[in-house]
């Protein structure tokens, strides 16, 4: 069996540093993983499988014999080096925004739709960290019962805007509870003009305003959804809210099914055995997802699904993942993962 060289673009960010936990314990066959980042980085050292490697900085020559490439390191470097990787035979993995909506790079979601793999032509794209719980959970659904509409309020974790944000986070925190002065620099998106503090606080907005009044986190997950799903008739809406959490987004997504024949119970059934999921959802004792729950976790966990009162095939319930994890790194992997399996990475 071939062994690959895997690069990590951006090894030494926040999704970055997931990916490579993500690779310990992948089922792919690792020859050497090479760590890559930004000049600011080089030199630094990263423990991979008892072995210290050390950060190289980026550059076209990075990707000379390297097989498969992970980006995470924001969508301008994406769009500077992944064509080079893929000039120099890579296959590019890449977790920005940068190339999602191309309609001529696959957007994959692993349980949902592996076969739009077969159609790469050396990048694929990694969804938005929200759309990617919420096409684990909905899928199952979908191609049980089909779907018409969806309508979702995220609550994202503060991890999702950084590192730097999670640290002034916890900074507001203590100088509030000492009532001393703090700063906000960050959120709710560091490229807009006013700054709000997340500590002890929600806002309603992710990323910059665009059409329509949504922002473009919000629009990112009504076309991806359509784009993963192949499906651009179904009716998409997004409200995008950041929440004062480490780490763990939860959705709560409200949706309408095409076959009546549909109930709680057979959405319970399917979700029991959907591949990524784990259903958490007795009221009686009380068990349903929370953001700690899946902290750490490769599972998406859904719960609190009840039938709408008023919409006979609306149902609503609740998404839970870790961001980090099944939300960026790990899907990353599992797409090489899959590429691995269906012998379409050329040595």
Avoid at 28 to 56: C, D, F, M, T, Y
Wanted: aromatic share 6%; hydrophobic share 40%; glycine share 6%.
């Amino acid at each position: 069996m071939s062994k690959y060289t895997i690069a990590v673009v951006g090894a030494t960010g926040a999704v970055g540093t997931k990916m490579i936990e993500m690779l310990e314990s992948s089922t792919l066959p690792i020859r050497e993983i090479k760590v890559l980042a930004s000049k600011r980085s080089v030199g630094k050292k990263i423990v991979v499988n008892g072995l210290e490697l050390v950060v190289e900085e980026t550059t076209p020559e990075s990707f000379n014999g390297v097989d498969i490439a992970l980006f995470s390191a924001g969508g301008s470097i994406s769009q500077q080096f992944a064509p080079e990787a893929v000039k120099r035979g890579a296959i590019v993995i890449d977790n920005t925004s940068a190339y999602r909506m191309d309609p001529t790079v696959p957007l994959v979601v692993p349980e949902v739709n592996p076969e739009a793999l077969k159609e790469h032509k050396g990048i694929i794209a990694n969804p938005n960290c929200s759309t990617i719980q919420m096409m684990v959970a909905l899928e199952p659904i979908r191609k049980k019962y089909g779907l018409s509409r969806i309508i979702v309020s995220t609550y994202q974790a503060v991890s999702g805007a950084g590192i730097a944000a999670v640290k002034e986070m916890k900074d507001q925190a203590r100088q509030m509870l000492n009532n001393e002065a703090y700063e906000a620099t960050i959120l709710p998106s560091g490229g807009d003009k006013k700054h709000y503090p997340i500590s002890f606080n929600i806002l309603p907005q992710i990323d910059l305003f665009s059409e329509e009044g949504y922002t473009f986190e919000e629009w990112k997950m009504i076309n991806e959804t359509k784009k993963i799903m192949s499906d651009s008739e179904i009716k998409v809406s997004a409200t995008c809210v950041r929440v004062p959490v480490v780490s763990g987004h939860s959705e709560s997504i409200y949706i309408e099914v095409n076959d009546e024949s549909a109930s709680v119970s057979g959405i319970k059934e399917i979700l029991q055995s959907a591949p990524g999921v784990e259903l958490q959802d007795d009221p009686s004792i009380q068990l349903y997802p929370t953001p700690l729950t899946a902290e750490g976790k490769k599972e998406t966990f859904v719960g609190r699904i009840r039938q709408d009162i008023d919409v006979r095939n609306g149902y609503h319930m609740w998404v839970v993942s870790d961001n980090l994890i099944k939300g960026a790194a790990l899907n990353s992997v599992q797409i090489a993962e899959k590429l691995h399996a269906l012998e379409l990475i050329k040595k």
